[in-house]
């Protein structure tokens, strides 16, 4: 009797563990390449109460990425700023472009992979450590500023609810945007690219890049928080 009543305790303790995670999303989440506050950061995505998460950190995260089941996540969430990236590596991005998985940039995420060309068309942008050519100057950053970020489009699934804010973040200047993107976010700051979140589609893929995202004055803000959700839950969606 009491074996009985162990396996189906058993039964009923994984029957419960298997509905809680039912239905939400899974995601991973990439880092590595630079510094950032690990805790608040994790905390914004322990938020999301429909979601689920695992980190892959460079230099390995690559070739995991190459090599797990696609069943079994819905998203990439890439918070990595990695200098360099071999062939093989290479065909990880092409493997999920391939498969529709979706793909959220968030912030220094665009400054990687500067000798890659094909990169800044997956990401939709390019942050030049130099200066492209005698037309294109290299971008800049600036810490600490004060902005408002302004809704585009607000009936995009991305910021649909989401009205006008203020983040207190880091800013890039002189992004290069590709003319492929449909733009989400922009600011008027004069340190600040125009344009600071957009989406596109790259072959199967739904893609979002964030610009804002440097620490936790951002990660906890409300208006943040509900953007990341949202883009994720955009991403994901098919």
């Keep these: 009797m009491k074996i009985k009543r ?5 039964f009923v303790t994984l029957f419960v563990s298997f509905n809680v995670t039912a239905g939400k999303l899974r995601l991973i989440i990439v880092t590595g390449g630079h510094d950032f506050d690990r805790e608040p950061f994790f905390q914004m995505f322990d938020s999301f109460s429909n979601m689920t998460w695992v980190e892959y950190v460079h230099p390995e995260a690559l070739a995991k990425l190459g090599n797990v089941d696609l069943m079994t996540f819905d998203a990439v969430v890439f918070y990595d700023m990695p200098k360099t990236i071999t062939e093989e590596e290479k065909q990880s991005y092409y493997r999920l472009l391939k498969a529709g998985k979706g793909l959220l940039f ?15 068309l997956i990401v939709g942008g390019k942050y030049y ?22 809704i585009v489009h607000p009936s995009h699934p991305v910021v649909k609810g989401i009205d006008e804010f203020v983040l207190s973040d880091e800013v890039y200047g002189n992004l290069e945007v590709m003319p492929e993107i449909y733009p989400l976010l922009s600011t008027d700051h004069p340190k600040s690219n125009i344009l600071i979140g957009w989406t596109l589609t790259k072959d199967k893929s739904k893609i979002v890049y964030i610009q804002p995202g440097h620490d936790k004055k951002s990660w906890e803000n409300e208006d943040y928080r509900r953007l990341i959700k949202q883009a994720i839950q955009f991403v994901a969606k098919k």
Excluded: M, N, R, T
């Design 6 to 10: 162990c396996f189906l305790l058993l």
């Design 106 to 120: 968030l912030h220094h995420s665009i400054c990687a992979y500067q000798d890659w060309s094909e990169y800044e």
């Design 129 to 150: 450590e130099k200066k492209k050519d005698d037309k294109f100057g290299a971008s800049s950053y600036q810490h600490d500023v004060d902005f408002y970020v302004q």
